[in-house]
């Protein structure tokens, strides 16, 4: 079992900047993979930003240039740098985990809110 503890979000206005961070516990051994989705109201899940074990990253493409993922694997823990907020960035940030034998975990979700 893999239990993810995400802090960070809040209000922020518009061009600003938030880090959001996700503590893993449990099975962290089993971990490859970690990353952030997002959902907005009325919307589905989407992934915002993902990083493998080697540090391998891939970003949708909305938050490309202004997101950045990364990892401490000390502190068994990601962050997600978010500048140049905007708007539509407005949701529930939930943080992934997925584990060598194919299961994923999710976190309780963090609420982001860009708003003037």
């Known amino acids: 079992q893999v239990q993810l503890v995400e802090s960070g979000g809040g209000l922020v206005q518009p061009g600003g900047s938030l880090r959001l961070s996700c503590a893993a516990s449990?099975?962290?051994?089993?971990?490859?993979?970690m990353g952030w989705y997002r959902q907005a109201p009325g919307a589905q899940r989407e992934l915002v930003a993902a990083?493998?074990?080697?540090?391998?990253?891939n970003y949708a493409d909305s938050v490309k240039g202004r997101f950045t993922i990364s990892r401490d694997n000390a502190k068994n823990t990601v962050y997600l740098q978010m500048n140049s907020l905007k708007p539509e960035d407005t949701a529930v940030y939930y943080c992934?985990?997925?584990?060598?034998?194919?299961?994923?975990?999710w976190g309780q979700g963090t609420q982001v809110t860009v708003s003037s």
């Open positions: 992934h985990a997925h584990n060598l034998w194919n299961r994923d975990y």
């Open positions: 449990g099975s962290v051994f089993s971990i490859n993979a």
């Open positions: 990083i493998t074990s080697g540090g391998r990253t």
